[in-house]
């Protein structure tokens, strides 16, 4: 029973299904590595051709039915050979506890790099998102009050809510501005700001409740500072507000690099980031030429540590670098000999 209800307040806090409440979004914890969903400004924001990128999030298992969510990305640096044109894809699904709640979107990211000076290691960017998300719940995995006889539950009895249906749907449009300095091996200083939601869409699925998905704002930053040629430390932060809600999000990561040229890439980070008064995650991550692969895992300090016993979430990302209308790379170049 107790399950059960864990299960009905998660979801009627979510989704206004008992109480009028306040959408809020996805996001990821690893933010260094999930551009796209950062800020619609990094969009393009890499030294290749073309990027693709995968992440998957499992979280919440100990409390309910696993919270999944997966990411696929793709986009592309100097579009058709357009000085600073970035254009990009993005596609998410997430679903959650026992209702199997699913939302799945799809947006186009555009952006545009602009240098600050004339090496071209300093550059303001901007970029817009536009696209869809779709919200669908199993209202015949929830229970309702209305449900109950005054002794036991029946599933044949009207649960009482005025519903629009099992499905919403609404228009996503988000923009985000970012300032990068480039430095030497792979270095970089990072400063922006992403408005999210900027429509505010009605998610509710009830007909006498609204639910607006507020606009969520989003700081970021990290500044990688060279110890020698070889090692790093990169502090980094995030503060995100939501309506009533904020997150803030500040760590480090200590990276060390093998290798840095345009033949070859070899370095690996490791680090922890604390969120204020809800959680910590450690991460990992290598980088080998066109790969680059990351690893996270949350702990839960918050209240619901008791529920969650410290459990939090598991964050796994690859990404693939690809050239594409750029000369071939030549290792090895024969000698001709000499008679």
């Known amino acids: 029973m107790r399950h059960l209800i864990l299960s009905i307040a998660i979801a009627s806090l979510s989704l206004g299904l008992s109480i009028p409440s306040q959408g809020q979004d996805i996001h990821f914890s690893q933010f260094f590595l999930t551009d796209l969903s950062t800020d619609p400004s990094l969009t393009g924001r890499f030294d290749s051709d073309y990027r693709i990128s995968g992440v998957h999030r499992v979280q919440w298992r100990s409390v309910t039915l696993p919270y999944s969510t997966f990411q ?42 602009t240098p600050m000076d004339d090496e071209g290691r300093t550059e303001l960017r ?45 228009l996503d449009v988000h923009a985000g501005l970012s300032v990068i300095r480039y430095q030497q091996r792979g270095r970089m200083r990072l400063l922006g700001l992403s408005i999210w939601n900027l429509s505010t869409p009605d998610v509710s699925f009830k007909q006498d409740v609204s639910v607006f998905l507020r606009q969520r704002h989003s700081v ?43 033949l070859a890439k070899r370095r690996a980070y490791i680090g922890a980031l604390a969120r204020w008064n809800d959680g910590a995650y450690i991460c990992f991550g290598f980088e080998r030429d066109e790969w680059i692969f990351g690893m996270s895992y949350d702990v839960n300090l918050s209240p619901l540590e008791v529920a969650s016993r410290n459990r939090g979430a598991l964050e796994l990302t690859a990404i693939y670098l690809m050239d594409v209308f750029r000369e071939e790379r030549v290792l090895h170049r024969k000698c001709l000999r000499i008679l």
């Open 126 to 170: 901007s970029g817009l998102s536009i696209g869809f998300t779709q919200k669908r719940i199993d209202f015949d995995a929830l229970r309702f009050d209305a449900q109950y006889d005054g002794t036991l539950y029946d599933a044949s009895l009207s649960d009482g809510e005025l519903l629009r249906g099992d499905k919403v749907s609404h």
């Open 220 to 262: 970021y930053g990290e500044y990688s500072v060279g110890l020698d040629d070889n090692w790093d430390i990169i502090p980094s932060g995030r503060m995100m507000w939501q309506g009533p809600y904020q997150e803030y999000l500040l760590g480090t990561r200590i990276r060390h690099t093998w290798e840095y040229s345009a």
């Open 72 to 113: 696929f990305t793709a986009d592309a640096h100097d579009f058709q050979q357009i000085k600073g044109l970035g254009l990009g894809l993005r596609i998410m699904n997430d679903r959650a506890g026992d209702s199997r709640f699913n939302t799945f979107s799809m947006a186009a990211l555009i952006s545009k790099a």
